[in-house]
């Protein structure tokens, strides 16, 4: 299966997971040439991926705004919810209330585009469909 897109800001993390399970196999632009078209579908024709560079600056600007928007309070919560810690545990860790800690959560939650903690851990560690890149332990 190919998509064909008009916008990169259609791309969102479902189409960056269909790709990562092998379901989709390219993305093109469909103001692209024929001649275009045609080596698109050589390449996936052959088992190779096929995106277009649009589409790959997109999903590159947004890892980079994921990773760089993220704070370095955030970014110790979600270092203590990926080795288990409870809402409760980190809100003591860091000397913090619980409901900043799931303050904290949420907006994790939505940077990183995953419906709870299992999903966030998973990301964080590499081992979520899809994956974006980690953060970087405190840094930003």
């Keep these: 299966m190919m998509e064909s897109r008009t916008e990169p800001s259609l791309i969102d993390s479902e189409v960056i997971e269909l790709i990562s399970i ?3 196999a390219g993305i093109f632009s469909a103001g692209a040439n024929g001649e275009l078209l045609k080596k698109a579908v050589r390449v996936v024709a052959s ?3 096929w995106l277009d560079h649009l589409t790959i600056k997109h999903i590159l600007t ?4 994921v990773r760089t928007s993220v704070t370095r309070q955030e970014s110790e919560i979600a ?8 809402n409760k545990e980190i809100a003591r860790e860091l000397k913090i209330a619980e409901a900043t800690v799931k ?3 949420n907006r994790l939650f939505r940077k990183y585009n995953v419906s709870g903690r299992l999903q966030l851990g998973l990301k964080l560690k590499g081992n979520y469909p899809g994956n974006m890149p980690r953060m970087s ?4």
Excluded: F, K
């Design 22 to 24: 092998g379901v989709m």
């Design 47 to 49: 088992g190779d991926l």
């Design 62 to 65: 947004q890892a980079v705004q």
């Design 79 to 86: 270092e203590l919810i990926t080795r288990g810690y409870c």
């Design 103 to 105: 303050s904290h959560c």
């Design 137 to 140: 332990n405190g840094t930003n």
